[in-house]
């Protein structure tokens, strides 16, 4: 198992850039391919960014593509999630998850950090 803990969330402008980090600690890291969602107000969780085991291999949600840069160290067991040009729309509470390898759902989940953009 793998124990997922957020931090880098904050109050920002609109415009501004911030990263979040996700450290992870538990069974070998490597093993897991890593996401990051997001949930606002009213609305449904959806998918961010997602990272391969060996992070060569990144996907996007369309509405970050080009804004936002995942990245992982596997020697730290840190993921990481850099923004910018953030919107009010950004703003959220974002979650790091886990998928273990061969799963196609993500099974484990930090207890999210609020990231909040003003205009």
């Known amino acids: 198992q793998v124990q997922l803990v957020e931090s880098g969330g904050g109050l920002v402008q609109a415009g501004d850039s911030l990263r979040l980090s996700c450290a992870a600690s538990?069974?070998?890291?490597?093993?897991?391919?890593m996401g990051w969602f997001r949930q606002a107000p009213g609305k449904e969780r959806e998918f961010v960014a997602g990272?391969?085991?060996?992070?060569?291999?990144?996907s996007y949600a369309d509405s970050v593509k080009g804004r936002f840069a995942i990245s992982r160290d596997n020697a730290k067991k840190m993921v990481y999630l850099q923004m910018n040009s953030l919107t009010p729309d950004d703003m959220a509470v974002y979650y790091c998850?886990?998928?273990?390898?061969?799963?196609?759902?993500?099974?484990?989940w930090g207890q999210g950090t609020q990231v909040t953009v003003s205009s």
């Open positions: 998850a886990a998928r273990s390898t061969g799963t196609s759902v993500y099974g484990y």
């Open positions: 538990g069974s070998d890291f490597s093993r897991y391919a």
């Open positions: 990272i391969s085991l060996s992070g060569a291999s990144t």
